[in-house]
């Protein structure tokens, strides 16, 4: 009986954004002096990772456009019109990893490409793993927490209006949050 040498491979898991569980938010400056924040309620997404190597991962995550919610149905509007979001012609915002980095015991950096209004940029995440847990139901569960900060112009979301005291209505820098539960749906 022939033989051959192959490496073992790690055991290949897929993860899927628990909606339910799951919030990105952002918060960006409001007549220079507060800051509005709001969330996506439409989100979905996954991971597929080498169970033995998170530098192994690969993250795809999309974002419902006309899903944004800052409390005021108003703004929420403005938001998804051209001058913003632009949500009929550019219905999803967009991230794909292309890079996971361990830099520390519960600390990953996860750069990708982040597509809003049909622009792609680079971006890093600055991300925490939460832990995992086995849930009543006997589904295992992932949480991480991430951040990273964004100027809103490099999308093409250029439009403000100044301030006759000086200044502009809208910030330029965006941060954004995301608290995100993940449920294991395979492994291989």
């Not at 925490?128 to 847990?133: A, S, Y």
Request: glycine share 8%; proline share 2%; aromatic share 6%.
């Amino acid at each position: 009986m022939a033989t051959t040498s192959t490496a073992v491979e790690s055991a290949r898991a897929v993860w899927q954004i628990d909606p339910a569980h799951t919030e990105v938010g952002f918060g960006v400056r409001h007549l220079m002096i507060s800051t509005v924040k709001g969330h996506f309620t439409g989100v979905e997404g996954s991971v597929s990772v080498d169970r033995d190597d998170a530098e192994t991962a690969r993250v795809d995550v999309t974002i419902d456009a006309s899903s944004i919610d800052t409390r005021v149905e108003q703004r929420d509007q403005h938001l998804r019109s051209p001058d913003f979001l632009d949500a009929d012609n550019y219905p999803e915002l967009k991230f794909e990893s292309t890079k996971v980095e361990r830099v520390g015991d519960d600390r990953l950096k996860i750069t990708g490409d982040l597509t809003i209004r049909d622009t792609t940029r680079e971006v890093s995440l600055d991300v925490q793993e939460l832990g995992r847990v086995k849930d009543p139901w006997g589904s295992e569960r992932a949480g991480f927490a991430a951040s990273t900060e964004i100027n809103r112009r490099d999308f093409g979301l250029t439009w403000n209006q100044a301030l006759e005291t000086g200044g502009v209505l809208v910030g330029d820098r965006v941060s954004i949050t995301l608290e995100t539960e993940l449920v294991l749906q395979s492994e291989d």
